[in-house]
C-alpha cells in the first residue's frame, strides 16, 4: 500500500498535483484539482505554490493514514471527527440501486431521530449501540407495519459500510435485533375485480394496462416500468426482467392475459409501457379504483399481492407461488 504525491506539467504552464494510490493490487490516481500550481514567474505565485504543496503532502499523508486504517480495521482520524448524517447522506447520493427512495427515507428518519433529541453533528466516535436501540425503537413507534423493520435493515447497511471503510472500530449494530411487528393486512384484488378495472375507463390507458399486467404476473412496479420488447419473446410467451430489487435476472412465463396486453401496447420505443413516476402511477390508479366502484385502498404493490394470493386461492401450492413471485424463502410467501 503506498500513496505518493506527483506533479504532472499542463501545456499552459501550470502544474496538477495527483495521488498515485496503490492499494491491494490496484492503482488509481486522484486529482488535486483545487492545488493547481501556477507558473511561478512572481513572488506571489511562488509563495502561493509552496503552500499548495504543503498542503498537497498533508493529504497524501492522511489519505495514507486512513488507507492503513482500513486495512488494519484502525479508526481513522477521519472516521472520529466525520459527521453521520453528512457521510450518509453522501453515501445514498452515489447509491445505485433500486431502492434508493427507500435508502434515503431512513436516513431522514434518523435525521429527524436526532433533531427530536437535539443532536447535531453526531460523529461516528458518539454513534453507540445504545443511541442505535433507541433509533430502533423509534422506528417503530412511528411507522406502520412492517416499515420501521425495513427503515431499520436500510440504516444498519449504511452503518456496516461504514464500518467497513475503517470509519469506526467496532459495528455498533451487530447486536442490535430488529423488533418486527406483525405485517399489516394489505387489500388484495379479487380476480372479478381485476376484469372489473379492466373494463373501466382511465384517463391513462398505459398506466391501467401496466397495472393489469402487474396483476397477471406479479412483478413490481420497478420491474414493470423498465420492461423492454427486446426481451420480449413473443414465440415462447416468456419475457425476460432484471429485478430492482434484487438485480436477479429471471424469465417470466406470461399467461394468456399477460400476452394479450402485451399485444394491444404500441411498439414505437424501447420500454414497452411509457409511465410516470411512481406518485403519478399510483394517483391515477387510485382514481381508477374509485371508477371502478372498488372500496379497498389499492397501490401499485397491491397487484403483486393480489397476483400471489389468486394463486393460493385457486389452489396453486406455496412452493409454486414463491417461485413465480421469486421469494428469497417460502416464508415470505407463507406470510
Request: include cysteine; proline fraction near 1%; aromatic fraction near 8%.
Amino acid at each position: 500500500m503506498s500513496v505518493i504525491l506527483r506533479k504532472r506539467k499542463n501545456s499552459d504552464g501550470t502544474v496538477s498535483l495527483l495521488l498515485d494510490v496503490y492499494n491491494n493490487g490496484k492503482r488509481n490516481y486522484e486529482f488535486l484539482k483545487h492545488l493547481k500550481l501556477d507558473k511561478g514567474t512572481t513572488l506571489i505565485e511562488r509563495q502561493t505554490n509552496k503552500e499548495k504543496l504543503e498542503t498537497a503532502k498533508k493529504i497524501a499523508t492522511n489519505r495514507a493514514n486512513e488507507l492503513e486504517a482500513n486495512n488494519y480495521k484502525i479508526v481513522s482520524d477521519t472516521g472520529k471527527k466525520a459527521d453521520v448524517v453528512q457521510w450518509m447522506q453522501n453515501y445514498v447520493d452515489a447509491y445505485k440501486l433500486k431502492d434508493k427512495r427507500n435508502m434515503q427515507g431512513a436516513l431522514n428518519r434518523f435525521s429527524s431521530f436526532l433533531t427530536d433529541l437535539r443532536l447535531t453533528g453526531l460523529t461516528f466516535s458518539e454513534l453507540s449501540e445504545n443511541l442505535i436501540i433507541d433509533f430502533r425503537n423509534y422506528l417503530n413507534n412511528t411507522s406502520i407495519g412492517e416499515g420501521g423493520a425495513s427503515y431499520f435493515a436500510r440504516f444498519k447497511k449504511m452503518v456496516r459500510r461504514a464500518y467497513k471503510e475503517g470509519l469506526m472500530f467496532k459495528n455498533p449494530c451487530e447486536d442490535v435485533k430488529t423488533i418486527r411487528h406483525d405485517a399489516r393486512k394489505k387489500d388484495v384484488l379479487t380476480l372479478k375485480e381485476i376484469q372489473l378495472i379492466s373494463q373501466t375507463n382511465c384517463q391513462s390507458t398505459e398506466v391501467k394496462n401496466a397495472f393489469l399486467f402487474s396483476c397477471m404476473t406479479g412483478l413490481r412496479w420497478c420491474d414493470v416500468k423498465a420492461l423492454q420488447w427486446k426481451n420480449f419473446n413473443a414465440a415462447d410467451g416468456k419475457i425476460k426482467v432484471v429485478q430492482g430489487k434484487t438485480q436477479k435476472e429471471i424469465w417470466q412465463n406470461l399467461n394468456s392475459t399477460a400476452l394479450t396486453i402485451l399485444q394491444r401496447q404500441k411498439k414505437g420505443g424501447q420500454t414497452i409501457f411509457n409511465l410516470p413516476s411512481a406518485y403519478g402511477a399510483n394517483k391515477t390508479l387510485k382514481a381508477l379504483v374509485k371508477r371502478a366502484g372498488i372500496d379497498k385502498k389499492i397501490t401499485w404493490h397491491n397487484s403483486r399481492h393480489s397476483f400471489g394470493t389468486n394463486l393460493i386461492l385457486n389452489d396453486v401450492g406455496v412452493l409454486t407461488a414463491s417461485k413465480m413471485l421469486v421469494h428469497s424463502t417460502l416464508a415470505h410467501t407463507q406470510r
